[in-house]
């Protein structure tokens, strides 16, 4: 706090902060809508009763599908998880364009299979400084293992 005879100059170590308005951005903007429709889904164990568990790999791939560039693996826990599956894309510039795993749950489920195996590419575009965005084509292969009552 500042003594009487002291007056708030604004400068630094005065007390105050300056906030600047953030600049727009898309991939922001994107993520914030994706996460608020996987809020608004329903837990995975209220949309499929009979599902106990489910493990999830995922290989993550440069567009031309040979080269990898990351894994993750991951046992979700049904009672807690979101049935909106949706993982992001690694890609650091990609914007808009992620990986949406719930509809091949939902038929891995619905068809009552121990694993299900996929590609997905990710439809998003990534943009390099001023050039003109380019589609972000990196490629996910997954691997599903679910249990069942």
């Known amino acids: 706090m500042p003594?009487?005879?002291q007056k708030h100059s604004g400068e630094a170590g005065s007390g105050f902060v300056v906030h600047m308005p953030r600049k727009s951005n898309p991939r922001e903007e994107y993520r914030l809508r994706q996460r608020a429709r996987i809020e608004a889904s329903p837990v995975m164990a209220k949309k499929y009763p009979q599902l106990k568990g489910l493990g999830v790999t995922l290989e993550y791939f440069d567009a031309a599908g040979t080269t990898k560039n990351g894994e993750l693996k991951c046992k979700l826990n049904v009672e807690l998880a979101r049935s909106a599956l949706w993982f992001a894309c690694p890609g650091v510039e990609c914007a808009c364009g992620d990986f949406d795993l719930s509809e091949?749950?939902?038929?891995a489920v619905a068809g009552r299979r121990k694993?299900?195996?996929?590609e997905?590419?990710?439809?998003?575009?990534?943009?390099?400084?001023?050039?003109?965005?380019?589609?972000?084509?990196?490629?996910?292969?997954?691997?599903?293992n679910l249990n069942y009552d």
């Open 3 to 5: 003594n009487k005879k």
């Open 104 to 107: 091949a749950v939902a038929k």
């Open 115 to 118: 694993a299900a195996t996929g």
């Open 120 to 144: 997905l590419r990710c439809p998003g575009t990534r943009k390099h400084g001023d050039l003109e965005p380019v589609a972000c084509g990196t490629v996910l292969r997954y691997r599903l």
